[in-house]
């Protein structure tokens, strides 16, 4: 009797232990007016400072069915369709019966077709009212100092807008040292700070749940350790849950200083595929520039490594461009715009900014003759010191 007690508890003890790891799901249904039988609904994990938006799955469109995600804990997903920018946000988690209800509206209007979910009905998941009312909320304090900002610096702001039009730089600087000019910068700062404060509200609000290092995704900008404060007031359930080990990645930034460069898979134009090794370079420094041409930040770096290339390539620094976009033709085509004299390669599958631990863009490292990491991360003004620094030893 004693050996079959032993048994029956391991028993129930491994029942248990396959239960607490098992996948769990969220059921989704959707009921969507507005699509056509050749349309493609899509369904992609949201993603915020990260470069892609990975997709869970693709299915036909009609108007009413029901899909099972896999997942394990709140998770945002992207509901789209296929060739068309844009989507709804639905946050959803294990063991729901979601219903996301209501009709979409195409616009194939503009030079990239679009698609609209407006008053969408949702019932069935638990998170997303607290979501939706946070956001709302930061946006209408930000809409709100916004309209104050234009109702009483009108002029001055049409003027600026003129000027840069324009082009003139001068005629903006001149007027910044104006009576008036200093009044509106003091508010652009103390709006900024305000803004700042706030945002700080919102996520405390949550601290105590997922939602708090999600929001601080959502609007913290590009974060980094400055906000290491603010990640480390949050409750431990909120640190250790998904969105909270991401942040966790960008306020304690893992580094890959020191280490050997990946050796990567990637595609050239014509679509073949390129094994990228970094391992005893002919040239003194190599540039990896993590990009895409959707991203501003990624665009107004280009003249700033135009300038280094041109003034180190015969002295021994080369570049290589890798572009994170998901559209081969929209990589293709901002390639012809930037005239960018060195290599430039994609990463369709992904596996670079996965090897290389990319969180955000532009993101840049830079190797030695051996391949070896020396520098990362670094833009603007920083990453010209540094290269300045290397060829002047």
């Known amino acids: 009797m004693k050996r079959l007690a032993i048994l029956i508890f391991i028993l129930h003890s491994s029942l248990f232990v396959f239960h607490s790891f098992a996948q769990k799901e969220a059921r989704i249904t959707l009921d969507l007016k507005g699509v ?23 299915v036909q469109a009609n108007e009413k ?118 009044e509106y910068i003091e508010r652009v ?40 404060g603010l990640y480390d ?13 991401e942040v966790k990645d960008l306020v304690y930034p893992p580094t890959m200083i020191g280490n050997i460069a990946p050796t990567v898979t990637v595609k050239n134009k014509e679509g073949e595929n390129k094994l990228l090794s970094f391992i005893h370079q002919t040239n003194r420094y190599l540039l990896l520039d993590f990009w895409a041409s959707w991203c501003e930040p990624c665009l107004n770096e280009v003249p700033n490594l135009k300038r280094l290339y041109e003034q180190y390539h015969d002295k021994g620094l080369d570049i290589i461009g890798l572009s994170v976009d998901r559209s081969i033709d929209d990589w293709k085509e901002t390639l012809e715009e930037m005239d960018e004299p060195w290599c430039n390669y994609i990463d369709i599958d992904k596996q670079a900014i996965m090897e290389y631990q990319v969180l955000y863009i532009p993101c840049i490292f830079i190797m030695d003759s051996n391949g070896k990491i020396i520098a990362e991360k670094l833009r603007g003004k920083d990453l010209s010191d540094f290269i300045d620094k290397l060829f002047a030893e």
């Open 36 to 58: 056509q039988t050749e349309d493609s609904v899509t369904m992609s994990w949201g993603t915020f400072n990260k470069p892609t938006s990975p997709l869970i799955l693709q």
């Open 189 to 228: 700062m103390g709006n900024y700070a305000n803004m700042k404060d706030f945002y700080r509200t919102v996520v405390l609000k949550q601290k105590d749940s997922f939602l708090a290092p999600m929001l601080m995704l959502r609007f913290g900008g590009n974060i980094d350790k400055s906000q290491q």
């Open 65 to 182: 069915q029901t899909i099972r995600i896999p997942l394990n804990e709140p998770r945002l997903i992207i509901v789209g369709l296929k060739g068309y920018s844009g989507g709804y946000e639905l946050l959803a988690s294990p063991d729901e019966e979601i219903t996301l209800s209501g009709r979409i509206r195409k616009d194939k209007s503009g030079r990239r077709p679009k698609v609209d979910f407006p008053r969408m009905t949702i019932t069935g998941a638990k998170w997303q009212p607290p979501y939706q009312n946070a956001i709302a909320e930061y946006l209408f304090h930000l809409d709100s100092l916004n309209a104050s900002m234009s109702n009483d610096f009108r002029d001055i702001q049409k003027f600026i807008r003129k000027a840069k039009e324009e082009k003139n730089e001068q005629s903006i600087a001149d007027m910044y040292q104006t009576m008036v000019g200093h």
């Open 233 to 245: 007031a949050l409750s431990e359930p909120a640190r250790q849950s998904y969105y909270g080990r």
